[in-house]
């Protein structure tokens, strides 16, 4: 269940009053969940400028590459949560998102899609496999997610992945606009885009059903809330590492050397 106890944003009755708040409607809590879509990474300014045409090609393959690692994490993310999770019925459920990025009969999968991707705007498979391009900011900030869902409750595992709330209209809006402005990028590589669409949908209800039936105290509807800023706050820091190395030429040691130094990862 939902840990209010060591939530600092848990809303907990106040001592003028001593009465406990009440909880939001479904209504009402499903919209203050949708709200934090002010704070989507869509509306980064790196993601802005990928969509208005502004991004050069190295930005567009520094973030290629960078959210490959995001990618190859899910489905370990999705893994950890398994593991945590006692509930038979939602196991069924919650393991066709493995199967949608590692890939099963009939499908490649999520992943490979990425790899066609990276092709597509010049990334070479291996390139992309061996992370040399994996900034730390966003290395750290996967890792942060990935360790958050293995430590947690497979219900608020499952809370944290409600920012596919709002990816629909980030790959709409890429089928929309990479095709006008990057003329270069083959046409082949959007497959990822398009692929996400139906599956994100999907994926959403059930998260949403999940916080919907565990969040019934005002308490853990602010943790819930809590937790989907959290993820908000890892995909805006990726960016933010992409725009000092990409937009304004500050990757990591760049004072030092022009070499990519920063690590690929601890075992």
């Not at 009053?17 to 919209?31: E, K, M, Y």
């Not at 019934?216 to 990726?238: H, N, P, Y």
Request: with cysteine.
């Amino acid at each position: 269940m939902l840990n209010t106890r060591t939530d600092p944003c848990a809303t907990r009755a106040g001592p003028e009053t001593g009465v406990a708040r009440s909880p939001l409607s479904a209504d009402d809590f499903r919209a203050a969940l949708m709200a934090k879509g002010d704070y989507y990474h869509i509306h980064h300014p790196y993601q802005v400028d990928m969509a208005a045409g502004r991004a050069t090609p190295e930005q567009i393959r520094g973030w290629v590459a960078n959210r490959f690692y995001y990618q190859v994490m899910i489905p370990q993310k999705d893994a950890a949560l398994l593991a945590n999770c006692h509930d038979a019925p939602t196991r069924r459920r919650w393991i066709q998102r493995l199967l949608d990025h590692d890939g099963h009969a009939g499908d490649d999968g999520g992943i490979e899609a990425w790899l066609a991707l990276g092709e597509a705007v010049g990334l070479s498979r291996e390139a992309l496999w061996s992370q040399e391009h994996v900034l730390p900011g966003v290395r750290f900030a996967v890792d942060a997610y990935v360790n958050f869902v293995r430590r947690a409750s497979w219900e608020e595992a499952a809370i944290s992945s409600l920012t596919e709330l709002f990816a629909p209209q980030a790959h709409q809006s890429r089928l929309d606009t990479w095709p006008q402005h990057y003329p270069w990028i083959d046409a082949s590589g959007y497959g990822y885009f398009r692929k996400r669409l139906k599956e994100a949908r999907r994926d959403v209800e059930h998260g949403l059903e999940v916080a919907l039936a565990v969040c019934d105290t005002a308490e853990r509807q602010q943790r819930a809330l809590g937790i989907l800023q959290f993820k908000l706050d890892v995909l805006w820091s990726m960016l933010d590492a992409m725009t000092l190395a990409y937009q304004l030429g500050r990757p990591p040691y760049h004072s030092v050397t022009d070499r990519r130094v920063y690590h690929r990862g601890l075992s």
